[in-house]
């Protein structure tokens, strides 16, 4: 879902100066991301462990406890603004 949401986020926010190679970069590191686990995946393959399964979930879960505490809040979209909703009307029960 991210992989098609986030352009399109930053198609409306980012500036029309950097909007090409930021797209760009997100493709490029979603599949260097999809490369980094494979390759971890393959790695862990090898221990000879009945756990060896956690180790790439161990590997990758500390990754993301930093970045869910450290992100900023993203800013609003403009086409939600042009609606007169805001992303917490639309979320709200």
Do not use: N
């Not at 198609?11 to 760009?24: N, Q, S, T």
């Not at 462990?49 to 161990?58: E, L, M, V």
């Not at 809040?73 to 805001?86: A, K, R, V």
């Amino acid at each position: 879902m991210l992989s098609a949401t986030v352009p399109i986020w930053m198609a409306e926010v980012v500036p029309a100066k950097i909007r090409g190679p930021l797209v760009d970069l997100h493709g490029a590191m979603y599949i260097f991301g999809y490369m980094l686990a494979a390759w971890v995946g393959y790695g862990f393959y090898f221990v000879d462990s009945a756990d060896s399964w956690r180790g790439p979930f161990g590997k990758h879960e500390r990754r993301c406890a930093l970045v869910s505490k450290t992100h900023k809040p993203l800013c609003s979209s403009p086409m939600l603004s042009t609606f007169g909703s805001t992303c917490r009307d639309l979320l709200a029960p």
